[in-house]
């Protein structure tokens, strides 16, 4: 009892009301990085944020965690060359595509997209969705963090168990047996490049049903895939 008083008093003190928001303020933005620490653990299966809402909201969601060793590594060379194809050479930042983005914001060009996966799996399990400077100042920091602690392996395998592949449905297990009816150890190079070309709009685009463009946007990715050779050695050495 006396601990959880203790704990409280640090969290919420006595004093001034400035201080006490201050305080609360640290500690909310300290806790991401104490989980990075606590998801780092092989055996710690982390929820999105998209996750826990769905259950705040009573809507429910189908996740099944699934272990890198137990995906089909088409799967996994086709979301990394079609989400991030420098995955296995940065630290968690692409410096090169974030510079394109802050020139052409700066020229006041529309910016292209230049999250990479371990940017997308911090905003995923820590921060929220849609496109803001501000999200992205707690997300940078974020994900070199998550790059410096987990290993490639890791990152690619907690990404791949909260990513969202249609409403409700997170993770490619889940995604492999709602949309073609197998383990995610068993889909096809056809399967993982419309699951891969699914990922940048899971709610418009549908694997199973897929549209001309759909297609057309798979099949780069799946012979992106084939050819991915040195390109995704920091999981497949």
Known sequence: ????KRLIDWIWPRGPLWLRVLRLLFVVLLLPYALILLYWLPFVHPVS???VSDLALFRGYDRRWVDLEKIAPVLVKSV???EDG???SHYGVDLVQLKGVIDDALNGEETRGASTIPMQTVKNLY????RSFIRKGFELPLAFATDFVWSKARIMEVYLNIAEWGPGIYGIEAAAQTYFKVPASKL????AALLAAALPNPYVRVPNRPSRGMRAIAGIIARRAAA???YVRCVYP
């Open 188 to 191: 096809s190079a056809s399967q």
């Open 228 to 230: 991915s050779g040195e």
């Open 49 to 51: 944020t998209l996750m």
């Open 80 to 82: 990394m060359m079609s």
């Open 86 to 88: 420098q995955f296995c």
């Open 127 to 130: 921060l929220f969705n849609g």
């Open 1 to 4: 009892m006396r601990t959880r």
